[in-house]
């Protein structure tokens, strides 16, 4: 049976003081929407102060979580209204913060999934690629305007934006203002899924149910090893992977799983017949 949403009751703390997100829970499943519809759910200081503290505060049981957007757009990116007052330092200081929250976010304990629709332009393409997965719907559209706007990325864009598309794609982008639809940017790799306008959060929801039946040390492994492990040098991440093959393996749900596997009680890897059906004239 589908998970289904149900409004968060957050319990006395710092997660009953965030107007700017809207909390939604289904099982092992936590939903944070972003909450500023009216402003296309552009980040000011406050929104990134809040969605931070979900992050830093995600209750014990949540297996998996779900980003989106109120309204019309996913995120619109920086509150340029808040950008013209700033001194050089507290410029800096401001890009931190944003380092800090999408750091949460990328190494959450748990695995997150964006949903995509609208605008994910500057500081939203940001966000978005701070999740592990990324679901598009077909509204989705995707700007770094930065370079038209005489401004920088600084919320973490230069290192995961351009890991994901490439350097020379991302400076197209800043240069040019260039835009990519839904369909190029799930060829560029941006987005881990494609559906129809309205399907990004059920499809989310599946996903999310799926990744919270695994091993909870599985999970935090592959969220935490992997970026990681792509940092280092090749023997430096061999080594580390050899380490978090052994650490997985030791744990008792892990054990269960293989042993489940060679008792023939847990599905064999299959193809997905589905995918043939649907490309079928």
């Given at each position: 049976?589908?998970?289904?949403?149900?409004?968060?009751?957050?319990?006395?703390?710092?997660?009953?003081?965030?107007?700017?997100?809207?909390?939604?829970?289904?099982?092992?499943?936590?939903?944070?929407?972003?909450?500023?519809?009216?402003?296309?759910?552009?980040?000011?200081?406050?929104?990134?102060?809040?969605?931070?503290?979900?992050?830093?505060?995600?209750?014990?049981?949540?297996?998996?979580?779900?980003?989106?957007?109120?309204?019309?757009?996913?995120?619109?990116?920086?509150?340029?209204?808040?950008?013209?007052?700033?001194?050089?330092?507290?410029?800096?200081?401001?890009?931190?913060?944003?380092?800090?929250?999408?750091?949460?976010?990328?190494?959450?304990?748990?695995?997150?999934?964006?949903?995509?629709?609208?605008?994910?332009?500057?500081?939203?393409?940001?966000?978005?690629?701070?999740?592990?997965?990324?679901?598009?719907?077909?509204?989705?559209?995707?700007?770094?305007?930065?370079?038209?706007?005489?401004?920088?990325?600084?919320?973490?864009?230069?290192?995961?934006?351009?890991?994901?598309?490439?350097?020379?794609?991302?400076?197209?982008?800043?240069?040019?203002?260039?835009?990519?639809?839904?369909?190029?940017?799930?060829?560029?790799?941006?987005?881990?899924?494609?559906?129809?306008?309205?399907?990004?959060?059920?499809?989310?929801?599946?996903?999310?149910?799926?990744?919270?039946?695994?091993?909870?040390?599985?999970?935090?492994?592959?969220?935490?090893?992997?970026?990681?492990?792509?940092?280092?040098?090749?023997?430096q991440g061999l080594f580390v992977e050899s380490l978090m093959a052994a650490i997985a393996?030791?744990?008792?749900?892990?054990?269960?799983?293989?042993?489940?596997?060679?008792?023939?009680?847990?599905?064999?890897?299959?193809?997905?017949?589905?995918?043939?059906?649907?490309?079928?004239?």
């Amino acid at each position: 049976m589908p998970l289904t949403l149900q409004p968060f009751q957050a319990p006395p703390g710092p997660l009953a003081h965030v107007p700017l997100m809207r909390l939604e829970a289904a099982g092992p499943v936590l939903h944070v929407r972003l909450n500023r519809p009216a402003k296309r759910n552009s980040v000011s200081d406050e929104l990134l102060a809040q969605l931070q503290t979900v992050f830093v505060n995600l209750p014990r049981e949540v297996r998996a979580v779900i980003v989106s957007g109120e309204g019309d757009h996913f995120c619109a990116g920086l509150d340029l209204s808040e950008v013209l007052e700033r001194s050089t330092p507290e410029a800096i200081a401001h890009s931190r913060m944003w380092h800090a929250c999408f750091d949460q976010i990328q190494f959450a304990p748990v695995p997150v999934i964006a949903v995509l629709h609208g605008a994910v332009v500057g500081g939203g393409l940001e966000l978005a690629s701070s999740a592990h997965l990324r679901v598009a719907e077909d509204s989705t559209f995707y700007g770094l305007p930065e370079g038209t706007r005489g401004i920088f990325v600084g919320g973490g864009g230069s290192v995961r934006v351009s890991r994901l598309i490439g350097a020379a794609r991302m400076t197209d982008m800043m240069l040019t203002g260039r835009v990519f639809d839904a369909d190029e940017g799930q060829a560029l790799g941006i987005s881990n899924y494609r559906v129809a306008d309205g399907q990004g959060l059920a499809k989310a929801l599946a996903l999310a149910e799926k990744i919270a039946a695994n091993a909870p040390l599985s999970n935090y492994a592959i969220t935490q090893a992997l970026p990681r492990i792509a940092d280092m040098p090749a023997q430096q991440g061999l080594f580390v992977e050899s380490l978090m093959a052994a650490i997985a393996e030791s744990d008792d749900a892990a054990r269960e799983r293989v042993r489940a596997f060679l008792e023939k009680r847990a599905a064999k890897v299959t193809k997905d017949v589905s995918k043939d059906a649907d490309k079928a004239p």
